[in-house]
């Protein structure tokens, strides 16, 4: 499993003066799932992208598992975006192909056929693997989003909104998959969303963010039992306790 220490003094873009992310620092556990909450603009997207080296800031310290992370990990990632981009050219098990080592030999070539469709099946797409992403609906293509993720059996997980634009039985039927694909493989799981609800139902802790330069603002603990409910009635009376608490902090205020 993965644990993760995040320092990040300020990050900013080498076109514009304004400092996107000040004093961000957090750490978080092995096999903790850590859901992010902030305004639209804040930077959760561009914290998702240091995290896995996709960008950078000389005043940094990201450390997974005690070493530097430099873009070039040891440990295996998977990355869910808010939209899809799958290769459109591609069918679906190709896409799934893109991410998985080349095979040698034909023994090879067999496992990886069986470890594509095992992960068609647990996403609910058996039988889709020679379908075109555009022969697929919204929520079938981030079907195959999460079964891409998952097909490096990663040890670290960043989502990125992944579901903000489904309709809402769709993404809780994803939320769910996701739930259970997590608990399978017992990743480590980083999660931006506007959400609270989905925070609540899915997180063991929420990290909220201010507006920019953005700051950590608050962090707490989800002391509800898993498996939770969406919008049950436990969840609603705790999210209503925190509202009332902060009722400014999902526009990145406490007070």
Known sequence: MIALDIAIKNKCYNNIDAV???????????GEFVAIIGPSGCGKSTLLNMLCGLEESYEQKLLCNGKAINGDESHKLGYIFQQPRLMPWLT??????????TPKHETQQKSQHEQINDLLN?????????YFPNQLSG????????????????????LDEPFNSLDAPTAAKLRRLLVELCQNRGSTVIFVTHDLSEAIYLADRIVFMSNTPTSIIHQVDIDLPKPRQEAGNKE????????????????GKTN
Request: proline residues 6%.
């Open 20 to 30: 996107v992310l000040k004093d961000i620092n957090f750490s978080v556990k092995p």
């Open 139 to 158: 929520g079938m293509q981030r079907r195959v989003a999460i079964a891409r993720a998952f097909a490096v059996n990663p040890e670290l997980i960043l």
């Open 236 to 251: 609603l009376a705790w999210q209503a306790k925190l509202m009332n608490e902060y009722p400014k902090i999902l526009a």
């Open 122 to 130: 647990q996403v609910g797409l058996s039988g889709k693997g020679s």
């Open 92 to 101: 679906v098990q190709e896409n799934l192909q893109l991410v998985l080592p």
